[in-house]
T-cell receptor, first 112, second 116 residues
Framework: DGGITQSPKYLFRKEGQNVTLSCEQNLNHDAMYWYRQDPGQGLRLIYYSQIVNDFQKGDIAEGYSVSREKKESFPLTVTSAQKNPTAFYLC???????????FGPGTRLTVL | AQKVTQAQTEISVVEKEDVTLDCVYETRDTTYYLFWYKQPPSGELVFLIRRNSFDEQNEISGRYSWNFQKSTSSFNFTITASQVVDSAVYFCALSEPASGTYKYIFGTGTRLKVLA
């Protein structure tokens, strides 16, 4: 089945640690996105990539990093510089940058 | 600046009632896209509809219908004969191609509770 997978579903991190969230898609989509969702709020864009080996900062990129070495994969690293990382992280992809975005199931990150 | 407002934080209805979720947007562009997504308790956002700014025709899909009115900058979503499975958080979003990023601006969502 075609789709977007995110792993792990739940992630616990100690303060000061970097963690990497996985996002994989087999839809052959060019564009991929990372969003953060906090309780009672809409989604905010962290990073996006319109093509392999290229990515741009979104509205809240500080404390995060990404890579796009393969079309299918867009991992997100939450670094220790992110002051308040506890949130629900959603990955999305679209066939092209202007296309409709489809979302993965999300990863819930909790900092202990 | 672009903005999406979903003023209804939470709505509760009894099963089989009709319910309308409001979405008001702000944009200076003449070309833009509007979306509705459903987020069930599992967390994944499910795409419902995409509408471009040049198409003001209302759309109906089963029990779902959408009313797009540029004059009032609104893109409202109506569920007819609601069911318990409709319980979810619903997000409205705006995208402006002229920005070059195609990023989505999301509203804060409306939580719909359908009671049996």
């Amino acid at each position: 089945d075609g789709g977007i997978t995110q792993s792990p579903k739940y992630l616990f991190r100690k303060e000061g640690q970097n963690v990497t969230l996985s996002c994989e898609q087999n839809l052959n989509h060019d564009a991929m996105y990372w969003y953060r969702q906090d309780p009672g709020q809409g989604l905010r864009l962290i990073y996006y990539s319109q093509i392999v080996n290229d990515f741009q900062k979104g509205d809240i990129a500080e404390g995060y990093s990404v890579s796009r070495e393969k079309k299918e994969s867009f991992p997100l690293t939450v670094t220790s510089a992110q002051k308040n990382p506890t949130a629900f992280y959603l990955c999305a992809s679209s066939i092209v940058a202007s296309g409709t975005q489809y979302f993965g199931p999300g990863t819930r990150l909790t900092v202990l | 600046a672009q903005k999406v407002t979903q003023a209804q934080t939470e709505i509760s209805v009894v099963e089989k009632e009709d319910v309308t979720l409001d979405c008001v947007y702000e944009t200076r562009d003449t070309t833009y896209y509007l979306f509705w997504y459903k987020q069930p308790p599992s967390g994944e956002l499910v795409f419902l509809i995409r509408r471009n700014s040049f198409d003001e025709q209302n759309e109906i899909s089963g029990r779902y219908s959408w009313n797009f009115q540029k004059s009032t900058s609104s893109f409202n979503f109506t569920i007819t004969a609601s069911q318990v499975v409709d319980s979810a958080v619903y997000f409205c979003a705006l995208s402006e191609p002229a920005s070059g990023t195609y990023k989505y601006i999301f509203g804060t969502g409306t939580r719909l509770k359908v009671l049996a």
